[in-house]
């Protein structure tokens, strides 16, 4: 096993692999109150599909759940058959980076802890010739909330996420990729400890349970639980900023 096979087993298990929550989303997609009937949107680095069930349940429109990690989608397809919203949602392993939708027909781009994949300006560039005229997206982005951070913080972020911007530079970088900016919101810590973290704890134990002997899976646990850790002690200096705007 490698390390990404540990890290799939870890994040295999869970129903988001992000700190979000239901309230957060619900919270953002009501500033976007003039969507058409049935609209078409694209839930991007989808994961579990979380957001797609919700923005499917929501809209009743056509929401299309983009994956790369291709177990994720089989997942999600199951739960939306079992869910009764088959009908609403479509789920596709996809590169986000190169989605196969046609241009200008989206009404809503949606992506929680998933844009830094593709870089925060990068990827609203890449996704805005995507939406119909003046059409929305709602994005959430780890953002830097002071100007000093500890020690350990910087250490931390400079080695894991060096792109992390604060939030004047990414409001900058929404403009700049031709979005007019609606309104951003910093998710409460709930959405990490309740919603993430603590999910997540159970499970990265049971990796440690299941591969004792195992270096590279107990070298995974580690560098999970640090994240965990430096959030508990750190937490307050930076955040998931939802960022929600509108084509310019
Ligand atoms: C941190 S997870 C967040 C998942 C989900 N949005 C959530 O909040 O639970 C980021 C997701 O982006 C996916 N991803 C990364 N690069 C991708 C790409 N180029 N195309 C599609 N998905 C991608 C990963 O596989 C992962 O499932």
Redesign the pocket.
């Known amino acids: 096993m490698d390390e990404m096979s540990y890290l799939f087993e870890v994040?295999d298990r869970?129903t988001?692999?992000?700190?979000?929550s239901d309230a957060s989303s619900r919270r953002a997609l009501r500033r976007f109150s003039d969507l058409p009937d049935r609209p078409r949107i694209a839930?991007?680095?989808?994961?579990?599909?979380?957001?797609s069930l919700l923005l499917a349940r929501e809209t009743q429109g056509e929401v299309i759940a983009?994956?790369?990690?291709a177990p994720?989608i089989d997942a999600l397809a199951r739960r939306a058959e079992r869910e009764g919203l088959s009908r609403y949602l479509f789920p596709m392993v996809?590169?986000?980076?190169q989605p196969p939708i046609a241009p200008k027909s989206l009404d809503l781009i949606w992506?929680?802890?998933?844009i830094y994949?593709?870089g925060f300006q990068r990827g609203l560039e890449l996704w805005r010739p995507l939406l119909k005229t003046r059409a929305g997206i709602a994005v959430?982005e780890i953002t830097w909330l002071t100007d000093h951070p500890s020690p350990a913080n910087d250490r931390f972020w400079r080695r894991e996420y060096p792109a992390m911007q604060s939030l004047a530079a990414n409001v900058a970088a929404v403009e700049q990729a031709g979005y007019e900016l609606i309104e951003t919101f910093t998710l409460p810590p709930e959405d990490w400890s309740l919603h993430y973290y603590t999910p997540l704890q159970v499970s990265i134990d049971q990796l440690r349970a299941d591969h004792p002997d195992e270096p590279l899976a107990q070298q995974c646990a580690a560098i999970l639980q640090a994240e965990i850790d430096l959030y508990g002690a750190h937490g307050t200096e930076y955040g998931y900023v939802f960022y929600l705007a509108r084509m310019a």
């Open positions: 994040f869970m988001q692999t992000g700190p979000g839930d991007f680095g989808c994961g579990p599909g979380r957001t983009i994956e790369s990690h994720c996809a590169d986000m980076g992506s929680e802890g998933a994949f593709l959430t």
